[in-house]
């Protein structure tokens, strides 16, 4: 079981930043990537980035250049840097986790936090 908890979300204006933190605890040994994700009103679930545990990462084409993902190994913690933020930002954040390998693999969720960007 790994759980994970999400923080840093919040009301900013269009251009403005927010860090958002994910910190997991439980079996995290085996947690493998970490990633965001998002989902804004009527709209599906996508992903905004991820980052392997040697610090690998992969971003969706909205946002590069824009946010970055960051981890710390020894703090259990991915972090989402996010500059010139605009109003189609505006949505539920997830962090999520891979736990395991093949079989046994699982994905952790956390229970998500709401940017709202501001025009």
């Known amino acids: 079981q790994v759980q994970l908890v999400e923080s840093g979300g919040g009301l900013v204006q269009t251009g403005g930043s927010l860090r958002l933190s994910c910190a997991a605890s439980?079996?995290?040994?085996?947690?493998?990537?970490m990633g965001w994700y998002r989902q804004a009103p009527g709209k599906q679930r996508e992903l905004v980035a991820d980052i392997t545990k040697v610090g690998s990462t992969n971003y969706a084409d909205s946002v590069k250049g824009r946010f970055t993902i960051s981890r710390d190994n020894a703090k259990n913690t991915v972090y989402l840097q996010m500059n010139s933020l605009k109003p189609e930002d505006t949505a539920v954040y997830y962090c999520?986790?891979?736990w395991g390998l093949g079989a046994m693999r699982h994905i952790y969720w956390g229970q998500g936090t709401q940017v709202t960007v501001s025009s």
């Open positions: 439980g079996s995290i040994f085996r947690v493998n990537a």
């Open positions: 999520n986790a891979e």
